[in-house]
Structures are given as structure tokens and as C-alpha cells.
């Protein structure tokens, strides 16, 4: 799974709702990634219930908290991939933002695209944001469209479900913040998506845009009390420490479509 431009495609959800997807058909999914922004530097890194987020990177650690499989972070994919197979057992292994891996082996390609930006400028980094050429997407199984539709690709939708309280985890439905003005955190690929959904959903926001993979800390976060305060699910794993009842993030799934199911079954 992985995507030919830098940031914002909405790999990650993908990502989960492909790992529930296999384990509701009862197989044992592994996923592995390189642990971007996180510190881990050298060898295997098996996520756990103890394992710190600014050790493993905030995707990989969101992908274990949602999913709770084997998620192996290792800056060496394929030496992440044998430890898998060797030591989990697992039936099948998802490559987080692994497209231009080479190393590794791999049976199918996913590619997701940004379905409003698409391919930005059409330059390559750093002068725009394509790593490879638009190109490459012809030799791929699968490309994913986050957000739009086009031909020879799947739509894909990330669907807002619930409001989630980082402290006491109390859920509450998506109308909940109907009307309201709230503090909108968001250290993600492309911020005013967030704050756009936020929007969608009757909620004035109040936007915190911070770089992709932000580090927070708790004075990131010391807003007056005026407010709740809103973020995604990638940025709620990093202030987990120091949460708050003021802290609530959107916890949102991806929609599959049968079509794009029933197809990537075939080829497995």
C-alpha cells in the first residue's frame, strides 16, 4: 500500500479498514512499516500495549491501537516481513506506505491517490510533491481514489462515525458538536481536510494546523477552556500522556466498495 505523491492520500485508514476486512474472514494480518518519525533506528520493533509512540511513529501505533495485530516497524521492510512470517505466523501482511520499497517482495500493489489534489503541480520532490511518475500508477493492481471518483479507480470515502474523549473515552454521536464553536488540531498530511469535515458536520472551527507527524506536547495544547478541542486519530495516539476531558478526537472508518473487495480477492 503506498502512493506516488508525499503526504495527505489517506493511506493509514486504508490500511485498517484492509486489516479488518481480513480478520472479519478470520485470517491472522500482520502489517509492517518503516516508523516514520518515530526514533526506533535498528532491527524489529513489535508494537505493544507499552510501546511508546515517539519510539514506533503515530501511524504505525494508530494502526495497532484500532486494529490490535502484529504491527512491525523496522526501517528495513523485509527483514520486517520474514520477522512476521517467523515469529507471528501470520496469513497475509500489509506493507504501510510501501510502494517504493523494492527490496521487498510484494503480491499485490495498492496505490491511493488524493482525489481533490491528485498530483499536484506534476513535479517531482522537492519542487512539487510526486516521488515517482505519474506512470508508475500503470503497473499497480489497484489505484484507490480517497474522495473523488475516475475512471479506472476505486472510490474510496473516509466516513466520520463518532466523537471519542481522549480521557475518559466517552463516545458520543457525531451530532454532538452540531453548532458549536471548537479548538481544530490537526498535525496531518493535509490539515484543512479535517477542518473542512469538522465544517461538514455543523461544527465552527477554530483551525491548529501543525506539520505531518507532529510531536505534540502538552503546551501544544493549553488553549483556554472557552472550547472543546477537536483533533484527527493520528494526532490523539501522540497526547494520550496528557489528555484531558477538553480532548475529544473524530474517529472516522473507510467505506470499501464490494466492487473493489470482490476484485482484490481474485488476485490473492
Not at 535498528?42 to 507499552?50: F, H, P, R, V, Y
Not at 507471528?88 to 488524493?114: C, F, K, P, T, W
Request: hydrophobic share 35%; with cysteine; net charge positive.
Amino acid at each position: 500500500m503506498g502512493n506516488i505523491t508525499v503526504g495527505g492520500s489517506g493511506k493509514t485508514p486504508i490500511v485498517i479498514a484492509l486489516v479488518e476486512y481480513f480478520k472479519a474472514q478470520g485470517k491472522q494480518v500482520g502489517v509492517v512499516s518503516r516508523g516514520y518519525g518515530g526514533t526506533h533506528k535498528k532491527g524489529s520493533l513489535l508494537l505493544n500495549a507499552t510501546t511508546q509512540v515517539n519510539l514506533s511513529g503515530d501511524e504505525p501505533m494508530l494502526i495497532y491501537q484500532q486494529t490490535k495485530v502484529a504491527v512491525m516497524v523496522n526501517k528495513n521492510r523485509t527483514q520486517a516481513v520474514q520477522d512476521l512470517i517467523t515469529q507471528q505466523g501470520v496469513d497475509i501482511i500489509i506493507s504501510d506506505d510501501g510502494l517504493q520499497h523494492y527490496a521487498m517482495g510484494r503480491q499485490l500493489e495498492i496505490a491511493v491517490i488524493n482525489g481533490k489534489q491528485r498530483f499536484g503541480n506534476g513535479f517531482f520532490l522537492p519542487a512539487g510533491p510526486l516521488r515517482e511518475p505519474v506512470s508508475r500508477l500503470k503497473s499497480v493492481d489497484f489505484i484507490l481514489n480517497n474522495g473523488a471518483s475516475s475512471i479506472g479507480e476505486h472510490k474510496v470515502e473516509l466516513v466520520p462515525i463518532k466523537f471519542i474523549n481522549l480521557a475518559t473515552k466517552e463516545q458520543k454521536p457525531l451530532d454532538f458538536f452540531t453548532g458549536k464553536t471548537c479548538y481544530a488540531v490537526a498535525g496531518i498530511g493535509v490539515p484543512q481536510h479535517f477542518f473542512n469535515t469538522l465544517s461538514g458536520l455543523g461544527i465552527t472551527p477554530k483551525p491548529h494546523p501543525f506539520p505531518d507527524h507532529y510531536t505534540f506536547t502538552k503546551s501544544d495544547l493549553n488553549f483556554s477552556k472557552d472550547y472543546p478541542i477537536i483533533m484527527s486519530a493520528k494526532d490523539c495516539v501522540k497526547c494520550s500522556q496528557f489528555a484531558t476531558n477538553q480532548m475529544w478526537y473524530l474517529h472516522s472508518e473507510v467505506d470499501l466498495s464490494d466492487d473493489f473487495l470482490t476484485k482484490l480477492e481474485s488476485k490473492l
